[in-house]
């Protein structure tokens, strides 16, 4: 079975950090782009930040530059987002998700975590 399973979400003051990790099972990272989106409650889910197991790049939007950063664990089969210096705005929704297309863009996605909330207090 393909399953992609998200943990390390929950509740962190302003400021603060989480590292969110998602593993997958039935299938191997190996020619995958893997990635987060979140989607906060009455907003479009965006793009957060991906990593290319074939290619070793990786992406960051814009408002998570510098405070977030992504990697891999070939090992253990799994992806982690640190997220450092939450901002209360950032509470959402974290999903993972991957595909073979090379394209982190939410239509390319062929895998979905269920996600993982994560709040930030004001």
């Known amino acids: 079975e393909v399953q992609l399973v998200e943990s390390g979400g929950g509740l962190v003051q302003t400021g603060g950090s989480l590292r969110l990790s998602c593993l997958a099972t039935?299938?191997?990272?190996?020619?995958?782009?893997v990635g987060w989106f979140r989607q906060a409650p009455g907003k479009e889910r965006e793009g957060v930040s991906s990593?290319?197991?074939?290619?070793?790049?990786?992406y960051y939007a814009d408002p998570v530059r510098g405070r977030f950063t992504i990697s891999s664990d070939n090992a253990k089969n799994t992806v982690y987002l640190q997220m450092n210096n939450l901002k209360p705005e950032e509470t959402a929704v974290y999903y993972c998700?991957?595909?073979?297309?090379?394209?982190?863009?939410?239509?390319?996605?062929?895998?979905w975590g269920k996600g993982v909330l994560v709040t930030v207090s004001a």
């Open positions: 998700a991957a595909t073979y297309s090379g394209s982190f863009v939410e239509d390319a996605m062929q895998y």
């Open positions: 990593i290319s197991r074939a290619y070793g790049t990786k």
């Open positions: 039935g299938f191997g990272w190996d020619g995958y782009v």
